[in-house]
């Protein structure tokens, strides 16, 4: 069973930074790839940034310039750094590991940018 656990959400202002976090049980190379996703009240679930096993990235256009997704290996550890943030982006954040089709979903993280 995939298990996979989102920390570092919280309360920033806006132009601040965070760096989420996602710990994976198991190798987070073994699946196909790993995502962060978002969903803000009343909108649906957006991807943000995913990066796939051999290591390419892919971002939003919302995002491009501000966020960067990177992971540690040893660790099982996918990151989200997230920089210039906007009171747009403020949202429930997933952490997403696809591998053949499945889908896993970690419990989401609260990130609120104050303006």
């Known amino acids: 069973q995939v298990q996979l656990v989102e920390s570092g959400g919280g309360l920033v202002q806006a132009g601040g930074s965070l760096r989420l976090s996602c710990a994976a049980s198991?190798?987070?190379?073994?699946?196909?790839?790993m995502a962060w996703y978002r969903q803000a009240p009343g909108k649906q679930r957006e991807l943000v940034a995913g990066?796939?096993?051999?290591?390419?990235?892919n971002y939003a256009d919302s995002v491009k310039g501000r966020f960067t997704i990177s992971r540690d290996i040893a660790k099982n550890t996918v990151y989200l750094h997230m920089n210039s943030l906007k009171p747009e982006d403020t949202a429930v954040y997933y952490c997403n590991a696809e591998d053949w089709g499945l889908d896993y979903w970690g419990q989401g993280t609260q990130v609120t940018v104050s303006s």
């Open positions: 990066i796939r096993r051999g290591g390419q990235t």
């Open positions: 198991g190798s987070i190379i073994s699946y196909n790839a």
